[in-house]
């Protein structure tokens, strides 16, 4: 799957029951993060993060799903540990769906697993990725790393940021972007959208005379 492609459906069993792809999404965003198995070091942290830091992403209407390749009982056993890292109540449901994806059948049709590690026994290696679908269902951008490293949130929230900005008001941002109100303005933005969303623009003059970088102030 690549940027654009439209993510298939699914109907899996996670630690909160049956889930079904679309059914959840139904018009928000979605980031489904990826861990190669239960009881491993690296997701614990990053599990546990997830469910401290759900509001950020409640808040930026994107709904989270994590997934990995075990049993259900295994993930059951697996969320009291998450809990129990945060200091929480170990018998606290997580306040997102934990996939149960023994059969890798869903990690391989989210290209989330090489296809050679499909049916390999032990931990799924090449499975930490994290997928931003869009309300349309289509990937708007996705991360990978290797098993070891743990993923930076701080990372993935800023590109949800970019993404939204984009999907909302056709604007882009440049280097190291953070929130804030500078942006650039495409040059084939059409008009009404410049009027609607930019104010201060500046072109910044290049030696190629072409006036394709332009900043703006966002209006709102
Ligand atoms: C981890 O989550 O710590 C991990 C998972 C698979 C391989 C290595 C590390």
């Known amino acids: 799957m690549l940027l654009g492609d439209q993510v298939p ?16 999404i139904k018009d928000v965003w979605c980031l489904i993060m ?20 759900i509001k950020q992403f ?37 306040p997102y769906p934990l996939i149960a994806d023994s059969t890798r059948d869903i990690g391989a049709k989210l ?6 590690d499909k049916s ?5 290696l090449t499975a930490r990725h994290a997928l931003l679908i869009g309300p349309d269902k289509k990937l708007k951008c996705y991360f990978v790393y290797p098993a070891t490293s ?16 984009t999907h ?16 650039i303005v495409p040059a084939s933005l059409p008009p009404e959208k410049v009027q609607e969303f930019v104010k201060n623009r500046k072109v910044v003059d290049l030696p190629s005379h072409q006036n394709y970088l332009q900043f703006g102030e966002l209006k709102n």
């Open 34 to 53: 990826s861990h190669p198995g239960v009881f491993t070091p690296v997701c614990t942290t990053e599990l546990a993060y997830m469910v401290k830091e």
């Open 111 to 116: 290209d989330m697993i090489r296809p050679a």
């Open 120 to 124: 390999q026994p032990g931990l799924a």
């Open 58 to 94: 409640t808040d930026r209407n994107v709904k989270l799903i994590a997934i990995s390749f075990d049993t259900k009982e295994k993930h059951i056993q697996w969320v009291k540990d998450i809990n129990a890292f945060n200091k929480e109540d170990t018998s606290k449901p997580l």
């Open 168 to 183: 909302r008001t056709g604007l882009s941002s440049e280097v190291n972007w953070k929130p804030c109100k500078r942006i």
């Open 150 to 165: 743990g993923r930076n949130m701080d990372e993935i929230l800023r590109a949800i940021d970019t993404v939204q900005l």
């Open 9 to 24: 459906d699914f109907t899996a069993e996670t630690t909160e029951g049956t889930l079904q792809l679309y059914d959840y």
